[in-house]
């Protein structure tokens, strides 16, 4: 297990009400997701079967929702979508089967939304996970903010976001 996911599961063992997530990248370019995404462009598809796909997080996120942790996701795209954003949303089905809640917003909608620099996890409204991203998409490491205003402003900027969003489910790839 590397660090980074250490220090995640650390942080969901102390998470006790919600953990949310936003996403702001229209292209990611990590690791083992890396690949799976040239797979998928070559027209490989995930089987539905979670036996062939479950991983470490989608039990982290099972467990940590079995104890009462909301999760929420909410990606930011550009219209007309990028490859890789098709890829994550015909794949989002898998973060839902471990108890996502996981929605959609056009990037035009957001425009007058503040939004941080970064993308980010927000833990129980007081914690902020940043993701920092090289050019490239790729992890340049995730950075631990106890600041009190940073949370308001991730919390803040989170809930406009979900509130404007189509739940995944409803969302048509454009």
């Not at 470490?56 to 940590?64: G, K, L, N, Q, S």
């Not at 909301?70 to 994550?88: D, G, M, N, Q």
């Not at 903010?145 to 949370?151: K, L, Y």
Request: net charge negative; hydrophobic share 40%.
């Amino acid at each position: 297990m590397s660090q980074t996911d250490l220090a995640f599961t650390e942080l969901l063992a102390n998470t006790y009400h919600s953990a949310v997530h936003l996403e702001m990248r229209d292209s990611y370019g990590i690791g083992e997701e890396a690949a799976e995404f040239e797979q998928w462009c070559s027209g490989w598809r995930p089987d539905p079967d979670p036996a062939t796909w479950w991983n470490d997080f989608h039990t982290w996120v099972r467990e940590a929702t079995a104890r009462g942790v909301v999760f929420r996701r909410a990606r930011l795209v550009s219209e007309p979508v990028s490859e890789y954003i098709r890829y994550e949303h015909a794949c989002t089905y898998q973060n839902v089967t471990a108890g996502e809640l996981v929605r959609w917003l056009p990037r035009r909608q957001a425009s007058d939304i503040a939004l941080p620099g970064n993308d980010f996890w927000l833990f129980d409204g007081r914690l902020v996970m940043w993701n920092h991203f090289t050019g490239e998409g790729g992890s340049a490491g995730p950075e631990l903010d106890e600041r009190p205003e940073a949370a308001k402003l991730c919390a803040s900027a989170f809930e406009a976001v979900w509130e404007r969003a189509t739940p995944h489910e409803d969302y048509t790839i454009r």
